[in-house]
């Protein structure tokens, strides 16, 4: 069995800052690419960031400059630190991984089950 958990959600201000972390435990044989999504009421889930095993990084154009999206691969862990938050990132924020499962010979997609980011004076 193979969980993702977010942490660090909550209620902050506008131009204020929030680290949200993901683990991901249980039967881990390798972990691919992992990231962040998030969706706004109304709307589709959307890409925020992402990261390859071997660091390489994408962003959404709306976060570029403000998010960062980094891992600790012997922790399986990843982690977004967002800065400058605006009321348009409220959302709730799910962490997503391709995971390869002991005694499977592919990878697998894993969500976690979100946490709120709230971004209002």
């Known amino acids: 069995q193979v969980r993702l958990v977010e942490s660090g959600g909550g209620l902050v201000q506008p131009g204020g800052s929030l680290r949200l972390s993901c683990v991901a435990s249980g039967s881990i044989f390798s972990i691919n690419a992992m990231g962040w999504y998030r969706q706004a009421p109304g709307k589709q889930r959307e890409l925020v960031a992402a990261?390859?095993?071997?660091?390489?990084?994408d962003y959404a154009d709306s976060v570029k400059g403000r998010f960062t999206i980094s891992r600790d691969n012997a922790k399986n862990l990843v982690y977004l630190q967002m800065n400058s938050l605006k009321p348009e990132d409220t959302a709730v924020y799910y962490c997503?991984?391709?995971?390869?499962?002991?005694?499977?010979?592919?990878?697998?997609?894993?969500w976690g089950q979100g946490t709120q980011v709230t971004v209002s004076s």
């Open positions: 990261i390859a095993k071997g660091g390489y990084t």
């Open positions: 997503n991984a391709a995971i390869q499962p002991y005694g499977m010979g592919y990878d697998r997609d894993y």
